[in-house]
Structure formats: structure tokens, C-alpha cells
């Protein structure tokens, strides 16, 4: 104990300045100040605005795919806020088609096999790069970089897909954009990030590198992989210009984003609805196209508005990770 807390105790010391020093909240770090009313009032207000704004159109949209025809023209023909005319004809319209259904089959098939092919090159890619020691480490990281900035453009990306047989192909559909570079950057970062001492530790216990990255690297870096594996099957959940580009025409092949962007673009038209292909009129409709497309929209969130609760722990903790040091 110092010679001033002797003397004056060290609960009741002041600031050389003389000022008084303010009381903190217990459960609170020492750096941050005590909050005021005026703060605390403005947080709140900051955030119930943010959820206002990213609640109203998601209630919107759902309310006006349960809406009938009537309701929806009452509104003056967009989407609904107040409930009125609730009907479920907008749900059995895309599905009575069967339209719907295969699609949300073909979209699960494409997301998980689509994000299988790139978080398994992702991972071999962003590990080889991250051994200083691999063979062209140096020279693949480069070249892996101008694709960042430089491309070839659409047309001899589908000029490549067609000669390689890949038009009407699902493979056209998860190939050509598989791998993310930016991912593989940030996963490669992560990698660098893991103690050395383990890996040298299994080295010795004669691991080699397939084992060290299945056993000491990947365990270690859990929250990285579950915020791309996120980015990968959204990504592949809602891509359609692949499906505009490769198989615009057979609507049994068509995943759903595609047929939500069928159904918002074609208005009253409804895809495979008859044999005349994707611009095949409806001929008997129950319910307004603009709660078709809102419905349509509605099956397009549900498996991410699932899913995200499950990894928003490690995707959070992967976008913070080795964002502040020491």
C-alpha cells in the first residue's frame, strides 16, 4: 500500500484535479462511464427504430401473401399493412401446380451440394495458402487476388459452360462461381492464426498435414467455418442468374429463386402452368399475382429465417475473431 492510501485511505482518494469521481454501476468495466438518461433513451429509441425497419416489411409481405384479391386492390394494389380478407389462395394456387414443390426440392439439392463443393476447396485452398512453406504458395495467393479485380465477363463464362457441355446442367449452376476468394482470404487468415506449438506438437506425434488440419485446425477454427459454410448456402440459395444464363427454359430444373423471379416478372403469367414453357398463362387463378409473389418470397426466407438462429453464435464470433488484438 502507498503512502497516500495510508494516510488517506484508499476508498476515500480523489483525483489530483480535485473533481469528485463519479459512481459506477457494479457489474460494469472501470473504463466506461455510468450512462445517462439521455444516452440510454437514445439507444432505445436507435434500436426500436432499426427492428421497426427490418420488422414492418417483413410483416408486410407475409400479411399481403395471406391476402385475398380484394384486400390486396383495397390497398391500392401493394402490399398490406392492415389485415383484412385473410386467405391461404395464394399458397394453394403455387403449390397446386407443383411448380413450387420441385423447386424447393432442386434449391435444397443445389444449396447443400453446392456448398459442400466450395467449403471443401475453400478449406484445402485457404490451408495450402496458409503453410508459408507450401510449393507456390506465394505465386496461387497472386493469382487467386487479381480475380478479385479482374474477370473475363459474362460472355466467356458462358461460352466456356457451353463447350464443356455444361447448358441445361445443374453443375452450370454451382461450378462457374463455386469458390469465393474473399472467402478463402479470411479463412486463410484464420488458419495463419493458429498456434504454431500445435501443429509442430502433432508434427512430432507424427500427424501429417491432412490429419493436422482435420484434427488441430478446423476444431480450432469452428467459428470461421460455420460463417462461411452461411455465406456459401445463402449464396447458392438465392442465386437465379446462373438459372437465367444455363436452363432458362426447362422449368422442371429450376430452383426457387428462379421461379420467384419468374413469378414477380411475369405478373399474372405463372411458370409451368401448361407445356407452353416458361411464358404459359394461368387459366384458372384463385388468387392475385401480387400474393402469389409475396408468397413465393415468403417460402425463399423460411429456410434462413431457420437456420440463422442455429449459427448466429459462431458467425458473430467469427466476423469479431482477430478483429481486436492482445
Known sequence: MSAADAVFGRRNRRPLDGSIPRKRSKGRAV?????????????????????????LPLYAVILTSFSSEGAITRAGGSLVIVPDGLSLGAYREIFSNGVVTRAVVVSFAITFAGTAVSMTVSILCAYGLSRARSLGHRFFLMAMIVTMFFSGGIIP????????????????????GGVSVFNILIMRGFYQATTQDLIDAARLDGAGDWRILWSVVLPTTKAVTAVMTLFYAVGYWGSW??????????????????????YVNLGVKM????????????????????????????LTLIPIVVV?????????KGML??????
Not at 466506461?32 to 420488422?55: D, I, Y
Open 31 to 55: 473504463w466506461e462511464e455510468q450512462p445517462t438518461l439521455v444516452g440510454r433513451f437514445g439507444k432505445g429509441t436507435v434500436l426500436t427504430a432499426v427492428v421497426l425497419l427490418v420488422l
Open 157 to 176: 463464362g458462358f461460352l466456356v459452360v457451353s463447350e464443356l457441355h455444361g447448358y441445361d446442367q445443374f453443375w452450370a449452376l454451382i461450378l462457374p
Open 241 to 262: 442468374f446462373n438459372v437465367l444464363l444455363y436452363m432458362p427454359f426447362d422449368n422442371s430444373k429450376w430452383p426457387l429463386s428462379y421461379v420467384l423471379y419468374e
Open 271 to 298: 411458370p409451368g402452368t401448361s407445356t407452353g414453357g416458361a411464358g404459359a398463362t394461368v387459366q384458372h387463378q384463385i388468387a392475385s399475382p401480387f400474393a402469389i409473389s409475396m408468397a413465393v418470397v415468403v
Open 308 to 316: 440463422y438462429p442455429f449459427l448466429q453464435k459462431h458467425f458473430t
Open 321 to 326: 475473431t482477430g478483429a481486436i488484438k492482445g
